[in-house]
């Protein structure tokens, strides 16, 4: 079946970076872009970014360019999602997300990963 | 940016009661490409609806979307015990993606 999974959480110190991963299985890797979604604790979603496994070329949210970067391995179909200058205000649940083919909505998600930065 | 409102912010409701979420855009959604998602506590969101009416695979038939342009309403006729939870609106219609702040369903 069709899942992401991602890496473990960190605690990390501001101005460090965090790189989460997130592993594709169960379908053809490069056919499907892949969406980071965050979420703060007790907060709502925000779109961060999206990157295209096949080529690799992302795009991001205007709130995050300058910090993040999106790369993938197509050997391991895995997406990375690297944060830097993290700030306490970064500390938050990391989802990767498949886009449905063609569209724009989620129809897979990974289990999150707990990035909480703190001195 | 579409900014999606959701109301209300907490609807608290028996098991049984029929309960109605609603989605207000800022700006028409394009092709009514609004999605809804369930979130319940530690797990991550679960598709539910896709262009605005549209049941994701093996959602019940409890849960029914509508509405169109920048008003945009989630049913769910019965509600069961396992719906008591957080459900987020999205739209895909136009960049950047963007949710709403959700409505938290809860017991009565």
């Known amino acids: 079946q069709v899942r992401l999974v991602q890496s473990g959480a960190e605690v990390k110190k501001p101005g460090a970076s965090v790189k989460v991963s997130c592993k594709a299985s169960g379908y053809i890797f490069t056919n499907y872009y892949i969406h980071w979604v965050r979420q703060a604790p007790g907060q709502g979603l925000e779109w961060m970014a999206i990157v295209s496994p096949s080529g690799g070329s992302s795009t991001y949210a205007q709130n995050f360019r300058g910090r993040v970067t999106m790369t993938r391995d197509t050997s391991t179909n895995t997406v990375y999602m690297e944060l830097s200058s993290l700030r306490s205000e970064d500390t938050a649940i990391y989802y990767c997300a498949r886009v449905s083919s063609g569209s724009g909505y989620y129809d897979c998600w990974g289990q999150g990963t707990l990035v909480t930065v703190s001195s | 940016e579409i900014v999606l409102t959701q109301s209300p912010g907490t609807l608290s409701l028996s098991p049984g009661e029929r309960a109605t979420l609603s989605c207000r855009a800022s700006q028409t959604v394009n092709s009514n490409y609004l999605a809804w998602y369930q979130q319940k506590p530690g797990q991550s969101p679960r598709l539910l609806i896709f262009d605005a009416s549209s049941r994701a695979t093996g959602i019940s038939d409890r849960f029914s979307g509508s509405g169109s342009g920048t008003d945009f309403t989630l049913t769910i006729s019965r509600l069961e015990p396992e719906d008591f939870a957080v459900y987020y609106c999205?739209?895909?219609?136009?960049?950047?993606?963007?949710f709403g702040g959700g409505t938290k369903v809860e017991i009565k």
């Open positions: 999205q739209q895909y219609g136009s960049s950047p993606l963007t």
